[in-house]
T-cell receptor, first 114, second 112 residues
Framework: DTGVSQDPRHKITKRGQNVTFRCDPI?????LYWYRQTLGQGPEFLTY????????KSRLLSDRFSAERPKGSFSTLEIQRTEQGDSAMYLC????????????FGPGTRLTVT | QKEVEQDPGPLSVPEGAIVSLNCTYS??????FMWYRQYSRKGPELLMY????GNKEDGRFTAQVDKSSKYISLFIRDSQPSDSATYLC????????????FGTGTRLTVIP
């Protein structure tokens, strides 16, 4: 399968715990994006990488959130000290380069904070 | 006020109907407009991409952009049960479309 993959697909955690999600983009794509989607809403941009460089972060990305893409391939999104408001679908997308407009989305990781 | 507004529906139509989905926006810098389709428990997939004002047709789908009114539409002709999904409009002010602004999505059900 050559699409964007995300792991895990579902995560249930207790408030205050840390969680980490992984995204594997399409192999030749150098741009990688993270979005958050809450129920009944569209995806909201969180951050994006060009290769290993994190080039833009939304104000939605509080200090408890951190994202990495250490070798310019897969990426991780970590949420520390989770809160109930963090419950959402976390979507990853990748794109081939600046001149390409289509972002290819993964299936998402659904986080439930109890 | 959100930058992109979209009627969340839900919208239910009989098979074969023409469906009209709409979004309005407030940021006049938006020039690149997209429609994504999202099936349940899946990520969004791109349906249509248009630049600036005008129409674009692809099979049963037609996208329209009216920048003067800050209004975009997606028409689906001869709707099929397989079209049942949530449709999201998205837009960007930059050609590379890094930071996409999405609408809330309209949930469509096509009844056989």
């Amino acid at each position: 399968d050559t699409g964007v993959s995300q792991d895990p697909r579902h995560k249930i955690t207790k408030r205050g715990q840390n969680v980490t999600f992984r995204c594997d983009p399409i192999s030749e794509h150098n741009r990688l994006y993270w979005y958050r989607q809450t129920l009944g809403q569209g995806p909201e941009f969180l951050t994006y990488f060009q290769n290993e460089a994190q080039l833009e972060k939304s104000r939605l990305l509080s200090d408890r959130f951190s994202a990495e893409r250490p070798k310019g391939s897969f990426s991780t999104l970590e949420i520390q000290r989770t809160e109930q408001g963090d419950s959402a679908m976390y979507l990853c997308a990748s794109k081939e380069g600046f001149d390409h407009y289509e972002q290819y989305f993964g299936p998402g990781t659904r986080l439930t904070v109890t | 006020q959100k930058e992109v507004e979209q009627d969340p529906g839900p919208l239910s139509v009989p098979e074969g109907a023409i469906v009209s989905l709409n979004c309005t926006y407030s940021n006049s810098a938006f020039q690149y407009f997209m429609w994504y389709r999202q099936y349940s428990r899946k990520g969004p997939e791109l349906l249509m991409y248009t630049y600036s004002s005008g129409n674009k047709e692809d099979g049963r789908f037609t996208a329209q952009v009216d920048k003067s009114s800050k209004y975009i539409s997606l028409f689906i002709r001869d709707s099929q049960p397989s079209d049942s999904a949530t449709y999201l409009c998205a837009m960007s002010s930059v050609a590379g479309a890094n930071n996409l602004f999405f609408g809330t999505g309209t949930r469509l059900t096509v009844i056989p």
